[in-house]
């Protein structure tokens, strides 16, 4: 049987900075490489954090925006109090225990999408 691998999500966005701003300078993902088939072209890019693989689109008929994924963390409220510590202007993100056994961060990026970081809570 084949063997697959964790999903990349696709996410749209319509500005390089501003989702740079986002995700490398506050949620501190690695920006793994930027791609446009023409100077003027729509922006495709990846970022990464440690496992942690998102696809950033500029392209229209890649996705649209609003969408929502899930990203499993080892430990939320540390994810929390780093990106607390970072005073992002646009995002005071919270956590909610879930009933379905999860403790949950939700954060809506600038164009829409929800990320939602989440954590299995102990029994």
């Keep these: 049987m084949t063997t697959m691998g964790p999903p990349a999500p696709i996410l749209r966005i319509f500005d390089e900075a501003t989702a740079t701003a986002f995700h490398r300078d506050f949620l501190g993902f690695r920006i793994d490489w930027r791609h446009r088939f023409e100077a003027d072209a729509p922006l495709d890019m990846q970022v990464s954090r440690g496992a942690c693989v ?7 008929g890649d996705c649209c925006p609003g969408a929502a994924t899930r ?17 992002y202007r646009h995002a005071r993100p919270g956590i909610e225990t879930m009933p379905w056994g999860t403790r949950d961060m939700s954060i809506r990026d600038p164009f829409g999408n929800r990320l939602v970081f ?3 809570v102990s029994a």
């Design 54 to 60: 998102l696809h950033l689109s500029e392209h229209h």
């Design 71 to 87: 990203i499993a963390v080892d430990d939320v409220d540390a994810l929390r109090a780093e990106l607390s510590a970072k005073a």
């Design 118 to 120: 989440t954590t299995a």
